[in-house]
T-cell receptor, first 113, second 114 residues
Framework: AQTVTQSQPEMSVQEAETVTLSCTYD???????LFWYKQPPSRQMILVIR??????QNATENRFSVNFQKAAKSFSLKISDSQLGDAAMYFC??????????FGKGTRLHILP | EAQVTQNPRYLITVTGKKLTVTCSQN?????MSWYRQDPGLGLRQIYY???????DKGDVPEGYKVSRKEKRNFPLILESPSPNQTSLYFC?????????????FGPGTRLLVL
């Protein structure tokens, strides 16, 4: 069975600094997708970034980028130039070709002014 | 505007009283899914559906039912709610096939079962 692990329940970063959230997963499949979602206090789930496993190039969306290490089954999220609006719960998620989706338990990110 | 709507947004009920949480999407998505979110546990998938009349169990289906009679609607039914079903529930939808489309999440339904 696939699993997704986020080992950092909470993290803090100074505004304008860079922070990395870790995510590891376990699967025997070779074709899958990985996502990072952001959940602000409003509770809405917002897609931050996604990565297809067959792509070697790391995905990037503005200040958000990932470090995808397929062999190590690692999918960390880097947030550059952290802003107060980045404060939220962040979820790592795995989706296989059968569209089964598994979420990690989340990392709560605090931004310190 | 593309969106997933859920109703009600907040609900307080008592043990054993049947309830339904509705979910509707206006994007013609084939795939729809229900999650529950509990502190320290993240989001766990309850049921999902790949198309009309096709539903499958997720990781925590016990105590829940779903139906998919129309493509746009995917209601979550609690036949006999219990306090351990107190949670925040999310409905989501996306396209199927090829590179996965973004999952669109509804705003969430906070349920309290007394």
């Amino acid at each position: 069975a696939q699993t997704v692990t986020q080992s950092q329940p909470e993290m803090s970063v100074q505004e304008a600094e860079t922070v990395t959230l870790s995510c590891t997963y376990d699967t025997s499949e070779s074709d899958y997708y990985l996502f990072w979602y952001k959940q602000p206090p409003s509770r809405q789930m917002i897609l931050v970034i996604r990565q297809e496993a067959y792509k070697q190039q790391n995905a990037t969306e503005n200040r958000f980028s990932v470090n995808f290490q397929k062999a190590a089954k690692s999918f960390s999220l880097k947030i550059s130039d952290s802003q107060l609006g980045d404060a939220a719960m962040y979820f790592c998620a795995y989706r296989n070709r059968d569209d089964k989706i598994i979420f990690g338990k989340g990392t709560r990110l605090h931004i310190l002014p | 505007e593309a969106q997933v709507t859920q109703n009600p947004r907040y609900l307080i009920t008592v043990t054993g009283k049947k309830l339904t949480v509705t979910c509707s999407q206006n994007m013609n998505h084939e795939y729809m899914s229900w999650y529950r979110q509990d502190p320290g546990l993240g989001l766990r998938q309850i049921y999902y559906s790949m198309n009309v009349e096709v539903t499958d169990k997720g990781d925590v289906p016990e105590g829940y039912k779903v139906s998919r009679k129309e493509k746009r609607n995917f209601p979550l039914i609690l036949e006999s709610p219990s306090p351990n079903q107190t949670s925040l529930y999310f409905c989501a939808s996306s396209l199927l096939g090829g590179p996965p489309e973004t999952q669109y999440f509804g705003p969430g339904t906070r349920l309290l079962v007394l």
